[in-house]
């Protein structure tokens, strides 16, 4: 037998144990669920027919799928409003956070302002403030407020470009956690938005950005397609577009794209140096680049592409285009091109590979490498906690700015005055930023630093390693209280991701894990392959064909918690969401008798149909596709919707998704809900919370998110008889 034959003949297998295990009922076997009709569907790929006994929930505007989400949402309220200890916990969770004091992220220095994201619990949204280089809070001016722009609290800020002069500010604006966002344009000194608004420049699917020309009289910007495209196109296709301040967005003409990848995610930059435009894109969300420069005539020219595993590029005032490559360095190596050289063959290798992990792009970080006048700063990660450290412009070593144990470094920000600001953020003290000198290489702390009503004195973090499947070791940050014994009793609530290279590093933990150690409980995070705490190599051993690497890992890390006695498997809890969601469904239908119970916010289960939506396009290059068949074999191994089967006892499962939720279609959750619903014999509620004025979590409300805090932790503590303490 070929391999091929005995591939498709293992998957057909798989698919006749799918189809009875799919061959539902309308009654569902948690008796209390809402009853959920299972239809006979087929699918046929590589000659393997699958069973999709809940394709009707799919359709969000039919108005049966309306009325099965409502009364699901509604017997979820109910349960969770019945429990005594969900007021208290939502009443602890809101003044603690209320009393946190303002904090200040996105650091932007220009013509000696500091821009910056400004947040003020209570107060609903983020906004844009503006400092002086003093970085003295009490000297802060809102700039754009969207809480006053909309009372209700659901008009987020998803980015904002000061222009180089500091006299305008371009916000991109987006409703109820949509992510679909317009560019409004700000006058600094007056507040007053001016110009037109420019639509369609930010999505979920491929994000948006924009960089002033230096003149401050226009700027480049990422546009998606309008009526020129059929509806199902137009979150696709994104383009780069030139707009100069006082012509109708009408008028802007194309500056790349045109030759783009369907999934091209565009980002442009020039805030090191505005007169020269840097254009990165990716080629959607599995890690690779290309790379552009935008030259004074307008016209892009390449510099890299996606095969060149170069993944963060920079240009500097010194007029030098930085690279960061993986090409035979899967931790990453610094090279540089000198000033007018577009040629990636003439690059120089400056800092070469170490055991350090130079950080690349994308969504989730800040600049990996930053360029002053004066000296390179590098942001690099050692397994999850990450470091800064200094060159001079021809690589060499400078040393390393001052942080704690366990820290992390999102921001590094020049203030073209010798100086820079760095975040640093730890598990147990709220988030600050220090001062570093150049001259000096001496650091001091700024009073941009938060405050929280919470303590963590008598809790410590413990880095411990678990060993997966195959023998690889994977860190576990485990959050106890000092003095904790070790006897298998104590509630444990573990925590992943693993996937598109994202690093889980260190940040303050907060109110709601104080509340849970208060309560007896230990936090733990796993840093899982897929993932890019430890470079390249451990991303891509999390993904596509390998993505089962990532499961081994996370029930490694759940055995270790239980073999160490930190915990036993009727007391502890998972929680993802996202693709950690995916890891939650994945967790739950492999090892069922692990977990006690399950919160899995916005996750992904149907891992065939994911790729059916805009955003699961673009994901492709992270987890593979249906049309090849090495990966719809992999994809259909683990899919969580495709692997639950009936008459199991499964845990306790919390789902959570909203209406507006571009990145992960919300009928992933109606699906795989009323799939376990169908199928568990443990006794134990899988629930099912749909908010209408919410999506993937990003740009909700303050009172939102605390609710949304308060539902999962009221579940946890009742599911694992746990006490709200006094």
């Keep these: ?86 007021k208290p916990i939502f009443d602890r969770l809101w003044r603690q956070i209320s009393k946190t004091s303002s904090s200040f992220s996105s650091l932007h220095a220009v013509g000696g302002k500091i821009f910056a994201l400004y947040s003020q619990p209570p107060r609903q949204q983020p906004m844009v403030a503006v400092l002086t280089r003093a970085a003295d ?61 420019i639509a369609r420049a930010q999505y979920p699917t491929a994000g948006g950005s924009l960089a002033w020309r230096a003149d401050s009289k226009g700027f480049w910007y990422t546009r998606y397609p309008g009526l020129e495209r059929p509806p199902e196109e137009r979150h696709f296709f994104q383009k780069l577009y030139f707009h100069r301040l006082g012509d109708p967005p009408s008028r802007d003409a194309i500056v790349l794209g045109q030759e783009l990848p369907k999934v091209a995610e565009i980002y442009v930059d020039n805030r090191f140096n505005p007169s020269v435009t840097l254009v990165t894109v990716a080629n959607g969300d599995g890690g690779e680049f290309a790379h552009y420069v935008i030259r004074k005539d307008g016209v892009a020219r390449q510099v890299t592409h996606f095969e060149d595993r170069v993944v963060a590029a920079t240009i500097g005032p010194d007029n030098c285009l930085y690279l960061v490559s993986r090409k035979d360095a899967p931790r990453g190596k610094l090279l540089k091109l000198e000033p007018g050289d577009l040629e990636l063959a003439h690059a120089k290798l400056i800092v070469p590979e170490s055991e350090y992990v130079m950080q690349t792009g994308g969504e989730f970080g800040g600049e990996p490498v ?60 709220p988030a ?13 702390e700024t009073k941009l630093a938060q405050t929280s009503p919470v303590s963590f004195l008598d809790a410590e973090v413990v880095r411990e390693f678990a060993t997966s499947k195959d023998g690889t070791q994977v860190p576990l940050n485990i959050v106890r209280r000092k003095g904790l014994v070790l006897d298998g ?70 055995r270790h918690l239980v073999a160490q006695k930190y915990t036993s498997s009727e007391h502890l809890a998972i929680v993802g969401r996202s693709n950690g969601g995916l890891l939650m469904g994945a967790a ?105 004025h919410a999506g993937h979590g990003i740009g909700s409300s303050l009172s939102i998110r605390v609710n949304q805090m308060a539902d999962a932790y009221a579940f946890l503590f009742d599911q694992l008889g746990m006490n709200l303490p006094p």
Aim: charged letters at 20%.
């Design 432 to 444: 600050y930023f220090s001062r570093y000198s150049e001259a000096s290489g001496n650091a001091v």
């Design 489 to 558: 009793t104590h509630p444990a609530l573990l925590n992943g991701y693993g996937g598109y290279g994202v690093s889980l590093t260190p940040h303050f933990l907060g109110p709601d894990v104080r509340l849970w150690l208060d309560a007896g409980g230990v936090f733990v995070i796993a840093n899982l392959r897929g993932g890019g705490e430890y470079g390249e190599q451990w991303h891509r051993q999390g993904a596509l064909t390998f993505k089962q690497n990532v499961f081994d890992d996370f029930a490694a890390a759940a």
């Design 1 to 86: 037998m070929t391999e091929k034959a005995s591939i498709v003949e293992c998957l057909k297998s798989l698919a006749l144990a799918c189809l009875i295990a799919c061959a539902g009922s309308v009654n569902a076997a948690d008796s209390q669920a809402p009853s959920t009709p299972a239809h006979d569907v087929l699918d046929t790929y590589f000659d393997v027919s699958v069973d999709d006994p809940y394709r009707w929930l799919e359709n969000a505007d039919d108005p049966a799928v309306k009325r099965w989400s409502a009364e699901q949402d509604a017997r979820t309220r109910k349960y969770l409003d019945g429990l005594a200890q969900r």
């Design 370 to 429: 930053v360029v002053t006048a004066n000296a390179l700063y590098v942001r690099e990660l050692v397994g999850g906690p990450s470091r800064v450290a200094a060159f001079n412009h021809e690589g060499a070593a400078l040393g390393t700015v001052a942080l704690p144990d366990l820290a992390s470094v999102d921001e590094v920000e020049p203030l073209g005055d010798g100086t820079l600001l760095y975040s640093i953020k730890t598990y147990l003290r």
């Design 137 to 197: 809070p009490a000297q802060v001016r809102v700039i754009v407020d969207p809480n006053a722009l909309n009372p209700k609290g659901t008009t987020a800020i998803d980015w904002f470009v000061p222009s180089p002069n500091g006299s305008l500010v371009a916000v991109s604006l987006s409703d109820n956690g949509s992510e679909d966002g317009s560019i409004h344009i700000f006058d600094v000194a007056s507040r007053a938005q001016v110009g037109e608004v």
């Design 588 to 692: 739950l239908t492999q090892h069922p008798e692990l977990f006690r119970a399950v919160v899995s916010r916005v996750g992904i289960y149907d891992m065939l149909r994911v790729e059916l939506d805009p955003n699961g396009t673009f994901n492709t290059t992270e987890f593979g596709t249906v049309k090849n068949v090495d990966q719809f074999r992999a994809l259909f191994a683990y899919s969580p919707y495709h692997q639950v089967t009936d008459d199991s006892k499964y845990p306790a499962v919390f789902m959570a998704t909203g209406e507006h939720d571009g990145r992960v279609n919300p009928m992933q959750s109606r699906k795989m809900a009323a799939r376990l619903q169908a199928a568990t014999v443990s006794g134990r509620p899988i629930l099912l919370s749909i908010n209408a």
